[in-house]
């Protein structure tokens, strides 16, 4: 994934401007592809440059607006190429993987308060994830294709969520017990 493909995917939902963006990306597209600000506003501009959007009109003068911007014709194809393109799944890089592995040279000292932080801060996303289901996507509502595939998005973030749930419920006590801790 691409941070040009989730912009424009974001913008084919809803003209918006460079803070409405980042805005979104912190409610949603973020969970799964985070970007700063300042990279949303970089690749605006490429964006725009290249012809895939454009900042729409305004009545008002341009110096101290936002401008506003949708997605052009060359954009959408742009998008639906992508989104047939054939990728191969990314490996993992995930640093407190590699962490348990060098712990497995210079020992586990620490590593289990560690474990039992990311133990938490799954916790708290998976709730976080359970909450917009249920608000979104209640039990019986008839969702439109979009949403059904929005749904499917979250569902993959739940899923994720509770397998690292499981995975660190599992590593904790193997830890705790090489480094003579209770877990």
Do not use: C, N
């Amino acid at each position: 994934m691409s941070l040009p493909h989730a912009i424009l995917t974001a913008l084919l939902e809803k003209p918006s401007s460079g803070l409405e963006l980042t805005r979104r990306f912190d409610r949603s597209i973020g969970y799964f592809w985070s970007a700063t600000h300042q990279q949303i506003y970089r690749e605006l501009g490429r964006l725009e440059e290249t012809g895939l959007i454009r900042a729409l009109p305004s009545e008002t003068p341009a110096r101290g607006r936002r401008k506003e911007f949708e997605v052009l014709p060359a954009g959408r194809e742009e998008l639906t190429r992508w989104v047939a393109e054939s990728q191969d799944p990314k490996p993992i890089r995930d640093p407190l993987l590699l962490r348990l592995r060098a712990a497995g040279v210079v020992g586990v000292d620490g590593l289990a308060a560690e474990l039992r932080r990311h133990l938490e801060l799954h916790e708290r996303q998976l709730a976080v994830y359970e909450a917009i289901e249920e608000r979104d996507f209640p039990p019986g509502r008839r969702t439109a294709d979009e949403d059904r595939l929005r749904r499917l998005v979250l569902r993959g973030g739940i899923e994720l969520e509770t397998f690292w749930l499981r995975w660190l419920s599992e590593a904790l006590p193997e830890v705790s017990g090489m480094d003579g801790e209770e877990s």
